[in-house]
């Protein structure tokens, strides 16, 4: 087995929560679960695809923040043997506040 090293910027935190997902071209959000979190981006399980490069804006269950936070989808991969969600999706945040991880009641990493 082949061990990849993580060059990340930001610490990643577990949090598994319901998000709502927005796109702008429909009516309807998404749902989806977040499995973790970084004050730079976050992965989450998605019943959908989305295609990397794809704008969406993401509502935290807890609405903290007050407003959906723009990201960018960097990466989508079909889940194997997953039998609720269908996808694994990977976001950066774009426009991202300072301390938004604190503000979504997380973790932050010391500096």
Not at 24 to 38: C, D, E, M
Not at 47 to 74: M, N, S
Request: proline share 5%; charged share 25%; with cysteine.
């Amino acid at each position: 087995m082949k061990i990849r090293a993580e060059f990340r910027k930001n610490e990643r935190f577990s949090n598994q929560s319901i998000i709502k997902l927005e796109d702008g071209l429909t009516l309807s959000p998404y749902f989806a679960v977040s499995q973790n979190l970084s004050e730079a981006g976050m992965y989450f399980k998605s019943l959908f695809e989305f295609y990397p490069g794809a704008r969406i804006r993401i509502r935290f269950d807890d609405y903290t923040l007050g407003h959906p936070v723009p990201a960018k989808v960097v990466w989508c991969n079909k889940l194997k043997g997953e039998t609720t969600f269908g996808y694994g999706v990977g976001v950066e945040f774009l426009q991202l506040e300072k301390n938004v991880a604190s503000r979504a009641s997380l973790p932050t990493a010391s500096s």
